[in-house]
């Protein structure tokens, strides 16, 4: 157990960000177990869904996220901004690196909207993975971006051929600047595959801004 002089060093905000899967009734006992050692500690708790599309990402991307506080309690943010389309975060001048060729004589299904504001449609006979064998309007708001499995090769169509997201494409997506994507590649220390998975592994900026505005 902590004494008070021990507690004058905690943080005096927490932040949990993971998948929604989290909070479904099978985490629920380690979940309340994290809370309620929280609470013991002085931490008031606000946990909740929150999807980066509503608060002007271009990707619909759902986390759970949890702020912890000492003294005044903190709120997560209401996300209430129309999502961005995919195209917003775009290259306009791509290069051959990022076309697919191979998949271009696959057939389709029609695009179809989702509740989300993502349109896709599924290339026939490619992949029995149905994440695999989606392709997205840019049109329209993108998918969540994973660190890795199919989402992290996110494929859309680009003049009626189908091309991938890249590694600065993918940073911009998750809300950072241009600037940002430069840093990381001037290194030399990571490939695009890397800096891909990164970024799917990160938060959305757009969420942590709102979220930093009320502590």
Not at 48 to 61: T, V
Not at 115 to 137: G, H, T
Not at 156 to 185: C, S, T
Request: proline share 3%; with cysteine.
């Amino acid at each position: 157990a902590l004494d008070a002089t021990d507690k004058k060093h905690l943080p005096k905000y927490l932040l949990m960000e993971n998948v929604t899967a989290l909070t479904h009734s099978k985490n629920a006992f380690a979940l309340k177990a994290w809370i309620d050692k929280l609470e013991s500690l002085g931490y008031k708790n606000d946990i909740g869904i929150l999807n980066a599309g509503d608060f002007g990402s271009s990707q619909a991307r759902r986390r759970a996220f949890m702020i912890s506080s000492l003294g005044k309690e903190v709120l997560l943010p209401t996300g209430n901004k129309k999502p961005s389309a995919l195209k917003e975060v775009l290259d306009e001048n791509p290069t051959s690196h990022d076309f697919m060729p191979a998949l271009d004589k696959y057939d389709s299904t029609e695009f179809k909207l989702t509740p989300s504001n993502i349109n896709k449609a599924k290339l026939l006979e490619y992949s029995s993975f149905n994440s695999e064998a989606y392709v997205y309007d840019k049109e329209y708001t993108g998918p969540t971006l994973t660190a890795s499995g199919a989402n992290s090769r996110i494929k859309f169509l680009h003049d009626d051929k189908i091309r991938k997201l890249n590694a600065r494409e993918a940073y911009q997506y998750m809300g950072f600047a241009k600037e940002d994507f430069e840093k990381v590649d001037s290194l030399n220390f990571l490939n695009e595959t890397k800096m891909i998975y990164t970024c799917g592994n990160s938060i959305s900026v757009e969420v942590l801004m709102e979220i930093f505005k009320g502590v």
